[in-house]
């Protein structure tokens, strides 16, 4: 019998595990299919017992789930209770106990794929200029979720394809705020490297220096680099050995692609500065430095068109002048 003393139950002989937010019950399977699978847990597709709606139960690894750390963590998330149309809509944290056991965090269910696949699969056909721009824009709300988020003192911190999905193929949300940080951090924040190397910036790996602050301008890098293994289909960080990926990200600036524009490849490198404060300051600022290039790439198009046609243009002209004259002339006699 379930009670509203209860967070987290489950029958006998029953493989669903019912979960309690906010007075509101819960449930998923154990036994179903995962919806996915991550460093630091496994998600689930679950249910609201009161009108069937879709949710996402992330239930964090039993191997991580004692780790204070880790619990930490996983409340901060379930608190980022925010309103925004590109970002997921967090439901709340359910635990048997505070200090040890298992832990869910409870989402928004999110019907789609990732940013990933979505442009391996379903961009791939487009011409050059038209898949750059449909990925630019696609960023771009990513990068509104991010000046969201920085606006109330949030840090994504694993900005990266995987965790950007594409739902209804067209709406972009900005997923897993698991090891987001808040302005000020916590007292477990300053330990160790968090994140995903390839997509880390320099900062988030040299943590002994008061000059690595992890700020807005981190998941401007990551958000750089995202944008870059997008339109280009590869990570030039990526290597088998771990400490591989975080030295080039701290030495190697990303290579230049003839996939991407060369001002679009310039707006990028500006992203992945090295140095943080050489970055764009907002993500608002980045977006701007994005539209503003394809505006310019669009009037390239008309006028090399042009260009390209000037001797067909040029015979239109003294076809529409002699048409004008015989026009004239023909009117003034009548």
């Known amino acids: 019998m379930m009670d509203n003393s209860t967070q987290i139950y489950q029958r006998n002989g029953d493989s669903r595990i019912y979960l309690q937010v906010m007075g509101q019950w819960y449930y998923y399977d154990t036994n179903s299919t995962p919806l996915g699978k991550g460093a630091m847990g496994t998600v689930y597709l679950g249910f609201s017992c009161n009108s069937n709606q879709r949710i996402a139960v992330k239930k964090v690894k039993d191997i991580y789930a004692n780790n204070k750390m880790i619990r930490v963590r996983a409340r901060q998330e379930a608190s980022l209770s925010f309103s925004h149309p590109n970002l997921v809509q967090m439901i709340g944290l359910c635990e048997y106990n505070p200090n040890y056991g298992p832990i869910f965090v409870l989402s928004g269910y999110i019907a789609g794929i990732t940013l990933e696949s979505h442009v391996k699969e379903q961009l791939n056909h487009l011409p050059q200029e038209d898949r750059i721009e449909k990925i630019s824009n696609e960023l771009c709300y990513v990068l509104d979720a991010l000046q969201y988020l920085h606006s109330r003192g949030v840090v994504h911190r694993d900005v990266k394809p995987s965790n950007i999905m594409i739902e209804n193929g067209s709406v972009v949300k900005l997923m897993d705020l698991g090891i987001a940080r808040l302005n000020g951090g916590n007292k477990y924040s300053s330990y160790g490297f968090i994140g995903t190397p390839q997509y880390a910036a320099p900062e988030q790996i040299l943590r002994n220096s008061a000059n690595n602050e992890i700020n807005a301008q981190t998941d401007i890098y990551a958000t750089g680099v995202t944008f870059y293994e997008l339109l280009t289909g590869y990570n030039p960080f990526k290597a088998d050995i771990e400490a591989e990926v975080l030295s080039r990200q701290i030495s190697i600036k990303l290579p230049y692609d003839k996939k991407i524009p ?3 490849y310039n707006v990028i490198l500006k992203a992945t500065e090295k140095n943080s404060n050489k970055r764009y300051r907002t993500a ?5 430095a994005i539209m503003d290039v ?12 042009i260009f390209d046609h000037r001797k067909l243009l040029s015979c239109i002209a003294v076809l529409l002048i002699f048409l004008i004259i015989i026009f004239v002339m023909y009117g003034h006699t009548y």
Request: proline share 0%; glycine share 0%.
């Open 262 to 264: 060369r001002s679009l």
């Open 284 to 288: 608002i600022e980045f977006k701007i």
């Open 294 to 305: 394809l505006q310019k790439n669009k009037t390239n198009i008309i006028t090399d068109w």
